[in-house]
């Protein structure tokens, strides 16, 4: 059994790419569970919602057509809570393990490769191999389990379900109030400091994409073309079986290759695809997309500021710059107004002096943020909330800061290996 989300925000155009990509590769379509998360109630499944609504998602198509399964969230939820809706999801129904992958990437088998094995063998050779040291009593005794496997960074993953629901790992829940960037940071650094590895395994290729390709049923199946596309290419129509490596195949592998190099190359905005389709106001349940776009961006900047204060750090591998589980909500850090104190001091009600003089102003009584004495008058003169450069909300424009800024969702974007090590975190709206 090898069930595989795909978790669904926006862009029906990059989630067929995606879907059809795994199929193509082999992964058996009654195993893939695309998760509608638009926050669109049951609109999709009435198909009230046009092509160019971002939230459009086509149920007869992929369960007729494609065969594949659909999971609809009650509400919009965030990459965190995604993720702990595919957990729950994959407890209740007794999944020991399940995938997931992001909606922007397309898997290629390599077909170039002698003895040619498909995408999806290599997924099955793959768990066969570390299902020993999944919840094994050995593996368990010797502390040599695993959490998490990355195919391709996380851009398909597989997760122990044992591991994230054993009572004595101590990991939890993705923290919700890290709602997207540095969720993946959050979690899987949590995994690694209560002693379960993330490992790192190659199936196949595997593209980080924010483009699709014009006819995504011929690029991954052959066969006829569309007659659009027939015409644009002056290309004839392609019957029969190919033959492994065929022309279609290198065409279709060089095309994902230039999108992949062109989303992460430097100083260039990855996440274009988000706000490709711009329709659908007006329609059932459907949210304003500039305004979809504008809050997201501030969740994910307040969820920045929220890992940082958790962390004490904004390094998306706390345990790198030496913070550890002991470290975490514990930096000896007054939150509320952005300074420093002595935690055996610290009183929960705010009616002793931490630093400095006590002073009154229009709010009521704060705390002087600096050690210089001032006298009351001064004080009283002066007074207001101080803030700080980490405790402060900022408010970004509707881009990435740049190409650290991973989707991610959910990427959320989310790193262990030294191939890695700069890719910040990773989620998209996933």
């Given at each position: 059994?090898?069930?595989?989300?795909v978790?669904f925000?926006r862009n029906?155009?990059?989630?067929?790419q995606t879907?059809?990509?795994y199929?193509a590769?082999?992964?058996?379509?009654?195993?893939?569970?695309?998760?509608d998360n638009t926050?669109?109630?049951?609109?999709?499944l009435r198909?009230?919602l046009?092509?160019?609504?971002p939230?459009?998602l086509?149920?007869?198509l992929?369960?007729?057509?494609?065969?594949v399964?659909?999971i609809?969230?009650p509400?919009?939820?965030?990459f965190?809570?995604?993720?702990?809706?595919?957990?729950?999801?994959?407890?209740?129904k007794?999944?020991?393990?399940y995938?997931?992958?992001h909606?922007?990437v397309?898997?290629?088998s390599?077909e170039t490769?002698?003895?040619y094995k498909?995408?999806?063998?290599?997924?099955l050779?793959?768990?066969v191999?570390l299902?020993?040291?999944?919840?094994s009593?050995?593996?368990k005794?010797?502390?040599?389990r695993?959490?998490l496997?990355?195919y391709s960074?996380d851009?398909?993953?597989?997760v122990?379900?044992g591991?994230?629901?054993?009572?004595d790992?101590?990991?939890?829940?993705?923290?919700t109030f890290?709602p997207y960037?540095?969720?993946?940071?959050?979690?899987?650094?949590?995994?690694r400091?209560n002693?379960?590895a993330?490992?790192?395994?190659?199936?196949?290729d595997i593209?980080?994409v924010?483009?699709?390709?014009?006819?995504p049923?011929?690029?991954?199946?052959g066969?006829?073309?569309t007659?659009?596309?027939r015409?644009a290419?002056?290309?004839?129509i392609?019957?029969g079986?190919e033959?492994?490596a065929s022309?279609r195949y290198?065409?279709?592998?060089?095309?994902?290759?230039?999108?992949?190099r062109i989303?992460?190359?430097?100083n260039l905005?990855?996440?274009?695809?988000?706000d490709e389709?711009?329709?659908g106001?007006?329609e059932?349940?459907?949210?304003?997309?500039?305004g979809?776009?504008?809050?997201?961006?501030i969740m994910?900047s307040?969820g920045?500021?929220?890992?940082q204060?958790k962390?004490?750090?904004?390094e998306?591998?706390?345990?790198?710059?030496?913070?550890?589980?002991?470290?975490?909500?514990?930096?000896?850090e007054?939150?509320r107004?952005?300074r420093?104190?002595d935690?055996?001091?610290?009183?929960?009600?705010?009616?002793?002096?931490l630093l400095?003089?006590?002073?009154e102003?229009?709010g009521g009584?704060?705390?002087e943020?600096?050690t210089?004495?001032?006298?009351?008058?001064?004080?009283k003169s002066?007074?207001?909330?101080?803030?700080?450069?980490t405790?402060s909300?900022?408010?970004p424009s509707?881009?990435?800061?740049s190409?650290d800024?991973r989707d991610?969702?959910?990427?959320?974007?989310?790193?262990?290996?030294?191939?890695?090590?700069n890719?910040?975190s990773?989620?998209?709206?996933?």
């Amino acid at each position: 059994m090898t069930p595989l989300f795909v978790p669904f925000g926006r862009n029906h155009l990059m989630l067929r790419q995606t879907v059809l990509s795994y199929i193509a590769a082999g992964w058996p379509r009654s195993q893939i569970f695309i998760i509608d998360n638009t926050g669109t109630m049951d609109a999709n499944l009435r198909n009230l919602l046009s092509d160019s609504n971002p939230f459009h998602l086509d149920y007869n198509l992929y369960r007729s057509r494609y065969g594949v399964n659909i999971i609809r969230t009650p509400t919009l939820l965030s990459f965190a809570q995604l993720q702990n809706f595919m957990l729950s999801t994959a407890r209740n129904k007794g999944w020991a393990h399940y995938y997931w992958t992001h909606q922007d990437v397309a898997v290629l088998s390599d077909e170039t490769r002698r003895p040619y094995k498909s995408f999806y063998e290599n997924v099955l050779s793959s768990l066969v191999s570390l299902y020993p040291s999944m919840n094994s009593t050995a593996s368990k005794r010797d502390g040599k389990r695993w959490g998490l496997v990355w195919y391709s960074f996380d851009h398909l993953s597989l997760v122990n379900v044992g591991v994230a629901f054993d009572k004595d790992a101590k990991i939890g829940a993705w923290d919700t109030f890290i709602p997207y960037y540095h969720s993946d940071c959050d979690y899987y650094e949590r995994m690694r400091l209560n002693g379960f590895a993330i490992l790192e395994r190659r199936v196949g290729d595997i593209y980080d994409v924010a483009e699709h390709v014009k006819d995504p049923e011929y690029s991954f199946f052959g066969g006829e073309k569309t007659p659009a596309l027939r015409e644009a290419e002056k290309d004839s129509i392609r019957n029969g079986i190919e033959s492994l490596a065929s022309r279609r195949y290198k065409m279709l592998k060089r095309e994902l290759k230039g999108m992949a190099r062109i989303k992460n190359k430097v100083n260039l905005e990855r996440n274009t695809w988000q706000d490709e389709l711009k329709g659908g106001q007006g329609e059932p349940w459907t949210y304003y997309s500039f305004g979809f776009d504008t809050a997201w961006w501030i969740m994910a900047s307040v969820g920045r500021t929220i890992f940082q204060k958790k962390w004490g750090t904004s390094e998306c591998k706390p345990g790198k710059v030496g913070k550890g589980l002991r470290r975490i909500w514990n930096s000896a850090e007054d939150f509320r107004y952005g300074r420093m104190y002595d935690r055996d001091d610290y009183d929960d009600d705010g009616d002793d002096k931490l630093l400095g003089d006590d002073i009154e102003g229009e709010g009521g009584r704060h705390h002087e943020p600096t050690t210089k004495s001032k006298s009351k008058s001064q004080g009283k003169s002066e007074a207001k909330h101080p803030t700080s450069q980490t405790g402060s909300i900022h408010i970004p424009s509707n881009k990435p800061e740049s190409k650290d800024d991973r989707d991610s969702v959910f990427r959320t974007k989310p790193v262990v290996s030294t191939a890695h090590e700069n890719q910040g975190s990773c989620q998209s709206n996933c």
